[in-house]
């Protein structure tokens, strides 16, 4: 083996080409196919419906894009809803990004009496399907608005009643509060601190008398930004494309998010397709922009997961 | 240091008590949240519906008020047609839609890996952006494609059927993609552009792990690429084929978004082809408010999901994590 000089890829012959040619074509085509749906979406936002339906379709920008903007806020509170859908991703996310890097660093740097079972337990739990999950937590939810309500009812006058703070249903809390740290991020954190942080340096930090919350705080914190960023990334993004549980929970306009309000112009008898578009462009946008800022960091933090186990 | 040093001795071995209790606790309390989280919102509400699934109650009843039922609800569950369809659909979804992911996929991530160098991550992140889109988007976006008289996907349908060949296996009327008999294709087309790119990454991850001598030894030896392909990366593919496999039976047997919202929140007599059991299960406890009956549904369904899980690690699972090291 090591005389031989080892030959090129086979690339001169026809074959070669062939294949090359065809691996181009599968990606190409590919590729437009995924991109087309998304074109479209912006196209018809900047058109009316009667456009849209035209023959042929538009293919091309339009200037409607006011009228349906105008639509859309005649229809639904668009803002509104942007913001509790923002509000909902931020708080999931910064919740997510403290209670998950807490139980991953526990479990990558302390020997303790269970470790391992509770780790196992913790990955066993993603093994639950979610959908398995949507209607006992909406009984759950009502369950706890009730068990709630004396205190609601004691504080109704008060400035602690304005807070809703034992109301369930209709609050955005009930849908972070139980997600604030998920089984996979802590998979994510132990991974990742068990291997990039030297356990000398937990130590060293305890012998200067750094308490142990300290050393999670000053110490292992900042060295994992990079995961953090990643996990954040994960969390937001799911937490802003969800759908069936914040359907269930939040039942008046004012507390539903995007997706959930968007859905309901689609029951309209005359549906405004272009004002949808419009909606829906102002939806995904977002993602996709900071997509094109860290695409690469969400895609290899979702794939190493996967290979590793 | 500095401290403990000029402390009294009684100080310093209540500091170290102190700092010993610290250390003992500080990973259960760190651990804690996640427990306390998953007891009051994951288990009780999981074993709460499992007691529900016994129980008649709707929410017009009253909080408490349920009645104890036995196995009834199941019983009704097991014997209704409308499962049993939404079963078929599902099951049928999963093949439909599932397969051709793979398909796909597969072939996507060699090109991408041997095709392209400095486009790479371009290439897969264009592929992976409807994973990372809201699937209501993606449904609406899909629900004016789908448009029976000028939409976009039958007005391109029409036009490829003026050109030579294509006439010959395409239809001649515009498709309605909203009847029983079309809504599933549909439905899988929604699925298969969503899921493909996720599938592609995953699998390019794992090429990219494949060692380039491996290559290099197979072309020594005057393989094609396409040898390469079939006789090096397939083989040390399959750990990663029953992984993300195994991810996209989880999934479509869960299929409820996609086809919740392309059919507008309900199925008529004439959508039933495309409610999913996740669907169906979504409907009993909301728009017929049979919460018993849901949780039985739920259950049924939990079953079913364990049950092919178990099937695929036994005829799959052994072979993919014997022949992968």
């Known amino acids: ?309 | 240091m500095q401290r403990s040093s000029t402390a009294p001795p009684g100080a310093i071995s209540r500091q170290m008590r102190w700092s010993n209790l610290q250390r003992r606790w500080a990973p259960y309390v760190f651990i804690s949240p996640f427990f306390i989280l998953f007891l009051i919102f994951g288990l009780y509400p999981t074993l709460f519906s499992l007691y529900m699934s016994f129980q008649s109650w709707s929410q017009t009843d009253g909080w408490g008020n349920w009645k104890f039922v036995g196995l009834e609800n199941y019983g009704f569950t097991f014997t209704d047609p409308m499962f049993w369809r939404a079963m078929y659909n599902t099951v049928w979804l999963g093949i439909v839609s599932g397969l051709p992911q793979h398909l796909l996929a597969i072939p996507l991530a060699f090109a991408i890996h041997m095709g392209l160098s400095r486009f790479k991550t371009f290439a897969s992140a264009v592929y992976f952006l409807p994973y990372i889109t809201s699937t209501v988007a993606v449904a609406l976006i899909f629900s004016t494609l789908f448009s029976t008289q000028k939409g976009v996907i039958n007005q391109t349908v029409a036009y490829l059927n003026t050109l030579p060949l294509f006439g010959w296996f395409l239809p001649d009327e515009p498709v309605n993609w909203f009847l029983n008999s079309t809504i599933k294709w549909g439905i899988a087309l929604v699925v298969i552009w969503k899921y493909t790119g996720w599938n592609t990454l995953l699998y390019l991850s794992a090429i990219q792990a494949i060692p380039r001598d491996l290559y290099e030894a197979a072309s020594v030896d005057g393989a094609t690429r396409w040898q390469q392909f079939r006789f090096v990366t397939l083989p040390l593919l399959r750990p990663m084929m029953f992984f993300a496999v195994s991810l996209t039976i989880i999934g479509s047997m869960q299929l409820f978004e996609e086809p919740f919202v392309l059919l507008n929140g309900g199925a008529s007599s004439a959508t039933q082809g495309g409610q999913t059991v996740a669907m169906y299960m979504f409907r009993t406890a909301f728009e017929w408010l049979e919460m018993g009956t849901a949780a039985s549904i739920a259950w049924l369904l939990f079953a079913f999901i364990a049950a092919l899980t178990i099937i695929n690690n036994l005829v799959f699972g052994r072979a993919a994590q014997g022949r992968g090291d």
């Open chain 1, 1 to 309: 083996m090591a005389v031989q000089s080892p030959k090129p890829l086979a690339r001169g012959s026809l074959g070669g080409g062939l294949a090359r040619l065809s691996g181009y074509g599968l990606l190409l085509l590919g590729g437009l196919a995924t991109l087309a749906p998304f074109y479209f979406m912006f196209v018809f936002a900047t058109h009316e419906r009667s456009e849209i339906f035209g023959s042929p379709p538009p293919l091309w920008f339009g200037n409607d894009l006011a009228t349906n903007y105008q639509i859309l806020l005649e229809k639904i509170p668009f803002w509104r809803a942007y913001w509790n859908n923002v509000y909902l991703a931020l708080v999931v996310t910064l919740c997510n990004l403290f209670f998950c890097s807490l139980a991953g660093y526990a479990f990558a740097m302390y020997e303790f009496r269970g470790r391992n079972q509770l780790f196992a337990f913790v990955q066993a739990t993603l093994l639950i399907p979610a959908i398995l999950n949507l209607i006992p937590f909406y009984l759950v939810m009502t369950q706890l608005d009730r068990a709630m309500d004396p205190l609601a009812n004691a504080f109704a006058g008060t400035f602690l009643g304005q807070l809703h703070l034992f109301d369930w249903i209709n609050t955005p809390k009930a849908l972070w509060l139980p997600g604030m740290a998920g089984a996979i991020g802590i998979f994510m954190m132990r991974q990742y601190i068990a291997s990039a942080i030297p356990r000398d340096l937990v130590d060293a930090a305890r012998i200067d008398g750094c308490s142990e919350f300290g050393i999670y705080w000053r110490v292992v914190l900042p060295l994992v930004r990079p995961v953090l960023g990643t996990l954040g990334l994960i969390t937001f993004i799911g937490s802003w494309n969800r759908f069936a549980d914040v359907a269930v929970i939040l039942r008046s306009q004012e507390t539903q998010t995007l997706p959930v309000v968007l859905r309901t112009l689609q029951g309209a008898t005359d549906v405004e397709w272009g004002a949808i578009m419009a909606g829906t462009a102002l939806l995904v946008a977002p993602l996709l922009l900071l997509f094109v800022f860290a695409a690469r960091q969400l895609m290899e933090g979702l794939t190493s997961g996967a290979v590793k186990s």
